[in-house]
């Protein structure tokens, strides 16, 4: 064909399949064709053996399994994790002024080291607290005002310094935990809440263990709470009139002697102190040296009786050494020495005057 698009030779010749484009591609379908074709081999694979793996069976992968091996040797290979990590590390080292920075904290770092070991950080820290607290202070978290409630017992004084709160802080960096369990290490602050409001507020709420009673053992006198917890030494005359008990364990049956106390009425002025006896029974001192024997089991029902018994002939304030209610329904009592004289005495008497 020319460029007017003339054949160069007369379509005569040809094949008579080839007179139109439905012939040639009925021709097509039947078998390889031999002669020309106005239909190009690229926009037709059919026409052409070789983009056509049913006319071409080296194209088949079942025929030649090696087929999908050479495919995959000239697959383009990905590009292994360890180069382009590379890459990232030779532009993060090419960034512009990393050098001056990599040098400027390379000399701070000597500084510190140098300070540190000549002890002028410790001095610093001394004077203004750590470094990271300075900067937040100056950053406006400093702590400004402190806020306790609950207290009674323990002066606010008291509470910061056990709390190590002081200006040096910063309620930024400030552990309010570890500042609560310093708190609750103190014997009489039964529990504590500590609140962070910023940028420069701290709140501490704490709940105090009321003194209960006193508590004798190996010769000390503490204060307990409720629960038996010891307090405080004894060193407040203002706590001498609480409940005493004495005896290892009594602290923690507190409670026990006060029950007894209620039970013995007007009675509970002439007791002194209870004493827990081998953690089994009370026995009560009273003011006048007269040791009461309480049993084991119902006490109060025998404090009751010697109540009655003292507000009918005075029973306590007599010549006797102690007297034993162990013994349900009994009372067996011991005189002192002179009593005891005495009334053996007056019995030899009445014997020899018969």
Known sequence: MDGGRRLLRPVDGLDPALASPRAA????????????????PRLHPRLHPRLDP?????????????????RARTAPRRRPRVREDASALTTF?????????????????????????????????KENGAPGDTI??????????????????????????IAGVDSKQSLLFLDASALRDRLLALPLIKNASVRKFFPDRLVIDVTERKPFGLWQKDGAVSIVAADGA?????GNPKFESLPFVVGDGANERIGEYVALLD????????IRAGILVSRRR?????TSGVDVLLPEADPRQAVALLARLEAESGLIEKAVVSLDLRVPG??????????????????????AHK
């Open 25 to 40: 591609l009925a021709g097509a379908a039947a078998g390889p064709f031999q002669g020309f074709s106005f239909l190009h």
């Open 282 to 286: 009370w026995s009560l001192k009273m």
């Open 54 to 70: 049913r006319l071409d069976p080296r194209l088949d992968p079942r025929l030649h399994p090696r087929a999908e091996e050479r």
């Open 230 to 234: 010891p307090i405080d030494k004894l």
């Open 330 to 351: 009994k009372l067996y009592v011991r005189l002192t020495e002179e009593a005891a004289a005495a009334r053996a005495a007056a019995s030899h008497g009445k014997g």
């Open 263 to 270: 039970a013995a009425g007007d009675l509970r002025g002439k």
């Open 136 to 161: 937040a202070r100056a950053l406006g978290f400093g702590i400004d005002a402190v806020t306790i409630a609950g207290q009674h017992e323990v002066s606010d004084k008291e509470i910061l310094e």
């Open 93 to 125: 080292l090419r960034l512009p002024g990393l050098g001056s920075v990599l040098a400027i904290a390379l000399l701070c770092g000597a500084g510190l080291i140098g300070a540190v070991a000549n002890g002028q950080y410790a001095g610093f820290v």
